[in-house]
């Protein structure tokens, strides 16, 4: 059974940083691209961030590149997101999602597997 359990969500003020996380389990992670998406309220889930099996090709939304950076740590089956310079527009539910493909992606139907969701609210 495949489970994708993110955390590191939180509050904070605009200009803040947070590190999300993503544990991942029942699925060969290291064989595994990995994305991040997120869904803000009332609006659709929308892709942030995606990254290969091997880490070496990663891929950003325009509305984060440059403030956000994904990384994964293959030994311990971990997906991360680095959060900087956070503006409010950026308050979302984050999603973990794992795609069975060796393809970098960010179209959400190519994922097969996803996580509950992470809180993340940034006040200004």
């Known amino acids: 059974q495949v489970q994708l359990v993110e955390s590191g969500g939180g509050s904070v003020q605009a200009g803040g940083s947070l590190r999300l996380s993503c544990a991942a389990s029942?699925?060969?992670?290291?064989?595994?691209?990995m994305g991040w998406f997120r869904q803000a309220p009332g609006k659709e889930r929308e892709f942030v961030s995606a990254?290969?099996?091997?880490?070496?090709?990663?891929s950003y939304s325009d509305s984060v590149k440059g403030r956000f950076a994904i990384s994964r740590d293959n030994a311990k089956n971990s997906l991360f997101l680095q959060m900087n310079s956070l503006k409010p527009e950026d308050t979302a539910v984050y999603y973990c999602?794992?795609?069975?493909?060796?393809?970098?992606?960010?179209?959400?139907?190519?994922?097969?597997?996803w996580g509950q969701g992470t809180q993340v609210t940034v006040s200004s």
């Open positions: 029942g699925l060969t992670f290291s064989r595994s691209s």
């Open positions: 999602a794992a795609d069975r493909t060796l393809r970098v992606t960010t179209m959400e139907i190519d994922y097969d597997y």
């Open positions: 990254i290969s099996w091997s880490g070496v090709t990663t």
